[in-house]
């Protein structure tokens, strides 16, 4: 069993910041890619951004220079510092892992249960 935790969402303003967290526990051998999607209410969900085991990153254009993902492969943890939201940020973020269970010789995507962020005056 592997799961996908995330944390840290919530309501801010806009300008202001807040730090997304995901850990993935359980029967796990390797974590490959990790990513941040979000969906906004009546809107199909899209990738934010993304960071290899190598920890090469890339970014939706909408999110460039604003956010920044990152990982700590000690905690299996994957962090998503969002900086300067704007309204058009607001969705539910839902962490995703391409990992290999300690009971497969293939790699299985797997998701996060998602965390609510609101960007509101």
């Known amino acids: 069993q592997v799961q996908l935790v995330e944390s840290g969402g919530g309501l801010v303003q806009p300008g202001e910041s807040l730090r997304l967290s995901c850990v993935a526990s359980?029967?796990?051998?390797?974590?490959?890619?990790m990513a941040w999607y979000r969906q906004a209410p009546g809107k199909s969900r899209e990738l934010v951004a993304t960071?290899?085991?190598?920890?090469?990153?890339n970014y939706a254009d909408s999110v460039k220079g604003r956010f920044t993902i990152s990982r700590d492969n000690a905690k299996n943890t994957v962090y998503l510092q969002m900086n300067s939201l704007i309204s058009e940020d607001t969705a539910v973020y839902y962490c995703?892992?391409?990992?290999?269970?300690?009971?497969?010789?293939?790699?299985?995507?797997?998701w996060g249960q998602g965390t609510q962020v609101t960007v509101s005056s």
């Open positions: 960071i290899t085991n190598d920890g090469t990153t």
């Open positions: 359980g029967s796990i051998k390797v974590i490959y890619t």
């Open positions: 995703n892992g391409e990992i290999r269970p300690t009971w497969s010789t293939s790699q299985f995507t797997y």
